[in-house]
């Protein structure tokens, strides 16, 4: 069997070194010391140990991916011959380390012996450091998801190159004046100084190798310039707190309903502007509402925003089985074929009219109309085109005139229009909805123009006739 035992060594002198580290040293056949550059190298020859290093590699490789793959196959071939002791600076982030891991045999036998890592050592440094800090191997840290509001230390910041990718990371969330510490030392005596620098500057410090690390402390919500989902909860939890917003802390499920259809409509007119930056601003208010109903929901013990999102995630999984699963869909129109299939094993849905009757009632009902008319048109129960529906809006309108001409009730007749209407428009591939918001946005912008010619003339709606209204709405078209 594979015997190999990896040991911390630390940053420092012999000074850092645990008894069990240095016992397992002495008792070892044989040593592999990552590399001679390393201060504990001298104490260990004066104590007698001998050993090998795999400084050599560093020569070969031409970069840190094949250096860490081409370290671990020499050290599982050593143990091949013998059980080995390797020694590493600090064992939770050597990368070696974790390459051996990834690469050994199921039957090796892998021991790692902690001791006082490097980030206990720049912690200790840190003044007033948290509780809680947030640790990444500077290499692993780009596309990390993490949070402005709490600490972070970036250990192994071996190059100008990592460093500046770690610095745009940051620099997402962080202002570029955010004060951080930077941690150089001496590899030979392994010693240890820190510094605070600006976090624009993370990348232009005059050396870099395996002691560089970089302190970043959290920064309060008011000073950031930009923010991530977890802070909008968190202003949420804020704004409907005890001593919160006395407006948001009345808000109720139902009360919000209005604001999340009027924010929708808000980033659909964006969006059909083609002006990006109401778009994100728009697509944030969406967000809000969700955030808010999310936050009413978890005070109620109803749900919070986990469920929500979980929610989401679990329904885009079980809804991609062509990505997730084993099933294949090569176009949109088989995506969607593959969608309604499972929606309807779910539901327990075995008729077209209970398809039809599972369209939810939540929807406005122009947009209803569509959904139930493209079930209806999937078992081929449809006009031929948009003319042929379009037949259908004159006939309807001619049943509204006659129930105004015979002075009856027009209720269902101006339902049967309107459905017929959402048939055109669902022919032409347009949403109703939007189409009568924009119509509406037309009028309101018209009517605006009227009003500001008739201000114009001096004159008021009061003294004027439809008619003349009229001339000044043909005006401002």
Same mark, same amino acid.
């Given at each position: 069997m594979?015997? &190999?035992?990896?040991?911390? /060594?630390?940053?420092?002198?012999?000074?850092f070194?645990?008894?069990?580290?240095?016992r397992?040293?002495?008792e070892?056949? !044989?040593?592999?010391?990552?590399t001679? !550059?390393?201060?504990?190298?001298?104490?260990?020859?004066?104590?007698g140990?001998?050993?090998?290093?795999?400084?050599?590699? =560093?020569? #070969?490789?031409?970069?840190?991916?094949?250096?860490?793959?081409?370290a671990?196959?020499?050290?599982?071939a &050593?143990?091949?011959?013998?059980?080995?002791?390797?020694?590493?600076?600090?064992?939770?982030?050597?990368?070696?380390?974790?390459?051996l891991?990834?690469?050994?045999?199921?039957?090796a036998?892998?021991?790692?012996?902690?001791?006082?890592?490097?980030?206990?050592?720049?912690?200790?440094?840190v003044?007033?450091?948290?509780? *809680?800090?947030? @640790?990444?191997?500077?290499?692993?840290?780009?596309?990390?998801?993490?949070?402005?509001?709490?600490?972070?230390?970036?250990?192994? /910041?071996?190059?100008?190159?990592?460093?500046?990718?770690?610095?745009? +990371?940051?620099?997402?969330?962080?202002?570029?004046?955010?004060?951080?510490?930077?941690?150089?030392?001496?590899?030979?005596?392994?010693?240890? #100084? +820190?510094?605070?620098?600006?976090?624009?500057?993370l990348?232009?410090?005059?050396? =870099?190798?395996?002691?560089?690390?970089?302190?970043?402390?959290?920064?309060?919500?008011?000073?950031?310039?930009? =923010?991530?989902?977890?802070? /909008?909860?968190?202003?949420?939890?804020?704004?409907? +707190?005890?001593?919160?917003?006395?407006w948001?802390?009345?808000?109720?499920?139902?009360?919000l309903?209005?604001?999340? &259809?009027?924010?929708?409509?808000? =980033?659909?007119?964006?969006?059909?502007?083609?002006d990006?930056?109401?778009?994100?601003?728009? @697509?944030?208010?969406?967000?809000?509402?969700?955030?808010?109903h999310?936050?009413?929901?978890?005070?109620?013990?109803d749900f919070?925003?986990?469920?929500?999102?979980?929610?989401?995630?679990?329904?885009?999984?079980? !809804?991609?089985?062509?990505?997730?699963?084993?099933?294949?869909?090569?176009?949109?129109?088989?995506?969607?074929?593959?969608?309604?299939?499972?929606?309807?094993?779910?539901?327990?849905?075995?008729?077209?009219?209970?398809?039809?009757e599972?369209? *939810?009632?939540?929807?406005?009902?122009l &947009? !209803?109309?569509?959904?139930?008319?493209?079930?209806?048109?999937?078992?081929?129960?449809?006009?031929?085109?948009?003319?042929?529906?379009?037949?259908?809006?004159?006939?309807?309108?001619?049943?509204?005139?006659?129930?105004?001409?015979?002075?009856?009730?027009?209720?269902?007749?101006?339902?049967?229009?309107?459905?017929?209407?959402?048939?055109?428009?669902?022919?032409l591939?347009?949403?109703?909805?939007?189409?009568?918001y924009?119509?509406?946005q037309?009028?309101?912008?018209?009517?605006k123009n009227?009003e500001?010619?008739?201000?114009?003339?001096?004159?008021?709606?009061?003294?004027?006739?439809? +008619?003349?209204?009229?001339?000044?709405?043909?005006?401002?078209?």
């Amino acid at each position: 069997m594979n015997r &190999l035992t990896i040991v911390t /060594l630390g940053t420092g002198g012999d000074v850092f070194l645990t008894r069990g580290v240095e016992r397992a040293l002495k008792e070892a056949r !044989r040593v592999v010391l990552r590399t001679q !550059r390393h201060p504990m190298a001298d104490a260990l020859r004066a104590e007698g140990v001998t050993f090998e290093t795999l400084d050599s590699l =560093y020569d #070969e490789c031409e970069d840190f991916d094949t250096f860490n793959h081409a370290a671990a196959v020499r050290l599982l071939a &050593l143990c091949d011959e013998g059980p080995v002791c390797y020694a590493v600076s600090d064992a939770a982030f050597d990368t070696t380390v974790s390459t051996l891991q990834r690469l050994k045999p199921r039957d090796a036998l892998v021991t790692v012996l902690p001791g006082v890592s490097h980030a206990n050592r720049c912690l200790a440094m840190v003044e007033g450091a948290p509780a *809680s800090v947030r @640790l990444y191997a500077a290499a692993e840290f780009e596309g990390a998801r993490v949070s402005s509001g709490e600490a972070l230390l970036l250990m192994e /910041l071996h190059s100008r190159e990592c460093a500046g990718a770690c610095k745009l +990371s940051l620099m997402e969330l962080l202002p570029d004046e955010t004060a951080v510490t930077f941690f150089s030392g001496d590899e030979r005596t392994g010693e240890l #100084e +820190s510094r605070a620098i600006p976090l624009y500057e993370l990348d232009r410090q005059p050396a =870099y190798d395996h002691l560089t690390a970089a302190y970043v402390p959290a920064v309060p919500m008011e000073r950031r310039s930009r =923010y991530d989902m977890d802070d /909008l909860v968190q202003v949420m939890k804020r704004l409907r +707190s005890p001593d919160g917003c006395p407006w948001d802390r009345e808000q109720t499920y139902e009360s919000l309903l209005t604001n999340l &259809l009027e924010e929708s409509y808000e =980033y659909i007119q964006a969006v059909r502007d083609g002006d990006i930056e109401h778009m994100y601003d728009e @697509l944030g208010d969406v967000l809000l509402q969700v955030a808010f109903h999310a936050e009413i929901a978890r005070q109620h013990g109803d749900f919070d925003i986990l469920d929500v999102t979980s929610a989401i995630c679990r329904k885009m999984i079980e !809804r991609h089985t062509h990505i997730f699963g084993t099933e294949h869909a090569a176009t949109a129109g088989e995506v969607l074929d593959n969608w309604e299939a499972l929606k309807r094993r779910q539901r327990g849905i075995t008729t077209h009219a209970q398809a039809m009757e599972n369209v *939810s009632t939540g929807l406005s009902p122009l &947009l !209803r109309a569509v959904k139930v008319q493209n079930k209806a048109h999937k078992v081929g129960f449809d006009y031929p085109d948009a003319a042929g529906a379009l037949g259908k809006v004159y006939e309807e309108a001619d049943e509204v005139a006659r129930c105004l001409h015979d002075g009856v009730d027009a209720e269902d007749e101006l339902g049967d229009l309107l459905f017929s209407v959402a048939s055109v428009c669902r022919l032409l591939g347009k949403n109703p909805d939007i189409a009568l918001y924009g119509a509406i946005q037309k009028f309101i912008s018209r009517f605006k123009n009227m009003e500001n010619e008739i201000n114009k003339s001096e004159k008021c709606f009061e003294h004027l006739t439809l +008619s003349e209204m009229d001339v000044y709405w043909n005006a401002g078209k």
